[in-house]
């Protein structure tokens, strides 16, 4: 039986799990991390994150020098600590598939189960296709020493990169799969903090909560291309996508939120989460979220299409050796991911096609530099724009609402902007004599 209160352990460090084991070390908990790049796991002890996430670092720091928090390369001697040991390690895309790859996720379960040293409860919260715990229920049934005992229950994550912190603070919702009445019990006193202010708990078997996960990404993922579907009929007939979304999302049975038409969805998680429920819906024999689902994914990748035509266009036919300037290369702003980044996938398309494409980004240069080092980076928007002949806005960082066009007018050769996330005060550019352009809007001059 754990020790109470347990001692937690958080298998991978990345997004997720670093975000988590901070988190819990500010729950009031003793947390070790494990991960297995020695690099990464020396940064975290000195309270250095090698990501760029907002309000992270400083908790980080504050518990490594508490000392409730640590990190570690010794799986092995981390599980032998703790009590209560959370998966959160990643599961990508696997190549040439729409599958999940999950051997990280096994492989960590794996070890965690051999490694025991006493009773212990191991959390799934990494994204996986349903019936994966279940199978992991096995893996560790066949790799648990004798005389030990060791549950598996599936507690998925729902945090946004860039709100991490926040949203593991104080989640929307807390969901716990495949629970006896003990572990229950345990992950009653885990999320004590929350659920003392009210935090939902919803208690469900174990394929409804890694179903409830990815569920709530493929919703997410098709108010977005459901947006872009509309903005589509907006353009030809004349109307404007982000006064139509304002006055959809009055209605609170819609809202407002994932309504923003534009360049569409990427990062490390919706993509791939709705390319694994397509793939694994199909393997189940349920066609119906696969067709609708890969109908999100379409339109989704068909945006990007757009502003690469575009830029074309804007440019009269060919970008051969046309610059371009391009604001943004993170997925979305406030992170420095650049996974599956809409951005990046369009500035590279134009590069293949001839353009010198020049990049900024306030936080993601270093990340999208190690993913296209062919690309050309900049240090500032004025930088970006210098020369050039069309202007892209790919990611909405706040601080390209701050430009001012008048004076941004002086550095290019054509004052041309697409606006491929509806973000700027296109009548303010207007007045400065830009051609802007959104998608989905009637704002083109
Ligand atoms: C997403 C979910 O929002 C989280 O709840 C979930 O926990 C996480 O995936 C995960 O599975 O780990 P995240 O990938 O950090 O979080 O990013 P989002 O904020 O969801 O944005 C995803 C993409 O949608 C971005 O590229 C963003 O630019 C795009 N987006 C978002 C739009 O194009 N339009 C919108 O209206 C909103």
């Not at 345990?186 to 003392?196: D, G, H, K, S």
């Not at 309504?259 to 390319?275: M, S, T």
Request: hydrophobic share 45%.
């Amino acid at each position: 039986i754990p020790a109470t209160p347990p001692r937690i352990s958080v298998i991978g460090t990345g997004y997720l799990g670093a975000t988590h084991a901070a988190a819990m070390a500010e729950m009031g908990f003793e947390v070790i991390g494990v991960d297995s790049d020695p690099l990464k796991a020396a940064a975290l002890s000195e309270g250095r994150v090698p990501f760029f996430e907002p309000g992270l670092p400083e908790l980080i720091l504050k518990h490594v020098s508490s000392g409730r928090l640590r990190f570690t390369t010794d799986l092995a001697d981390a599980v032998a600590l703790s009590d209560v040991h959370f998966i959160c390690v990643g599961t990508p895309q696997q190549r040439g598939s729409n599958a999940a790859n999950l051997s990280y996720v096994e492989d960590a379960t794996a070890s965690v189960a051999r490694s025991l040293t006493h009773d212990g409860l191991i959390v799934g919260k990494s994204t996986v296709p349903v019936g994966t715990a279940q199978r992991l229920r096995s893996i560790i049934a066949a790799s648990t020493p004798v005389g030990v005992a060791a549950e598996l229950i599936w507690n998925p994550e729902f945090l946004r990169e860039g709100k991490a912190v926040a949203d593991t603070l104080t989640p929307d919702r807390i969901v716990i799969g495949g629970v006896t009445a003990r572990s229950e019990a345990i992950m009653r006193e885990v999320y004590a903090m929350p659920l003392a202010t009210g935090t939902p708990l919803v208690v469900c078997d174990l394929a409804t909560a890694e179903l409830v996960k990815v569920s709530a990404n493929a919703f997410l993922a098709t108010k977005i291309s459901f947006i872009n579907a509309i903005a589509e009929v907006c353009e030809v007939a004349g109307a404007d996508v982000s006064v139509l979304a304002d006055a959809l999302g009055h209605d609170v049975r819609i809202g407002r939120q994932f309504l923003n038409a534009g360049l569409g969805f990427g990062g490390g998680c919706l993509p791939k989460d709705i390319r694994a429920l397509i793939h694994r819906s199909r393997e189940l024999g349920a066609t119906k979220v696969a067709d609708l689902l890969q109908q999100v994914d379409e339109i989704n990748m068909s945006q990007r299409l757009s502003v690469i035509d575009r830029a074309l266009e804007a440019c009269g036919g060919s970008v051969l050796n046309r610059r371009i300037g391009v604001l943004g290369a993170a997925f979305k702003p406030l992170t420095d991911d650049v996974r599956d980044s809409p951005a990046l996938n369009v500035a590279a398309a134009l590069h293949l096609r001839g353009a010198q494409v020049v990049i900024y980004d306030p936080e993601a240069i270093a990340t999208a530099q190690q993913m296209f080092p062919t690309l050309t980076y900049a240090d500032s928007v004025e930088e970006a724009a210098n020369g050039s002949d069309v202007l892209l806005l790919l990611t909405e960082w706040d601080e390209f609402r701050e430009i001012d066009p008048v004076e941004l007018k002086k550095r290019v050769v054509m004052p041309v902007i697409i606006d491929a996330r509806n973000y700027l005060d296109a009548p303010r550019w207007v007045e400065a004599g830009w051609s802007i352009t959104g998608l989905g809007s009637n704002t083109k001059s």
